[in-house]
């Protein structure tokens, strides 16, 4: 069974650190792109960060860059979204997502991706 599993949510205060994994069974995970959205209360899906599957090149969104960072571990077969510096505006449900064939210009893009998790959330307060 294909699937793909996030982890490493939790409450921390203004400032704190969490490393978010997304764990895939059922298939190799370096195949894929992987992408990381979040989604708060009342707002639509955004894309956080994202890396490629070929040369390994990430992307972030404006908001993060900086703060966040993404990479993998091949031999784990998992993704990590580490994100420092956290702020409230960054509380919300994290996913994760396969995207076998991105297009590296519109990696925001929900369409391409594949498989996605059940997400983890993420609390910033104090």
């Known amino acids: 069974q294909v699937q793909v599993v996030e982890s490493g949510g939790g409450l921390v205060q203004p400032g704190g650190s969490l490393r978010l994994s997304c764990a895939a069974s059922?298939?190799?995970?370096?195949?894929?792109?992987i992408g990381w959205f979040r989604q708060a209360p009342g707002k639509e899906r955004e894309g956080v960060s994202c890396?490629?599957?070929?040369?390994?090149?990430?992307y972030y969104s404006d908001s993060v860059k900086g703060r966040f960072t993404i990479s993998r571990d091949n031999a784990k077969n998992t993704v990590y979204l580490q994100m420092n510096s956290l702020k409230p505006e960054d509380t919300a449900v994290y996913y994760c997502?396969?995207?076998?064939?991105?297009?590296?210009?519109?990696?925001?893009?929900?369409?391409?991706?594949?498989?996605w998790g059940q997400g983890t959330q993420v609390t910033v307060s104090s």
């Open positions: 059922g298939f190799r995970l370096d195949y894929y792109a």
């Open positions: 890396i490629s599957n070929n040369d390994g090149s990430t």
């Open positions: 997502a396969t995207a076998r064939n991105l297009y590296s210009v519109g990696w925001t893009e929900v369409e391409q991706y594949d498989y």
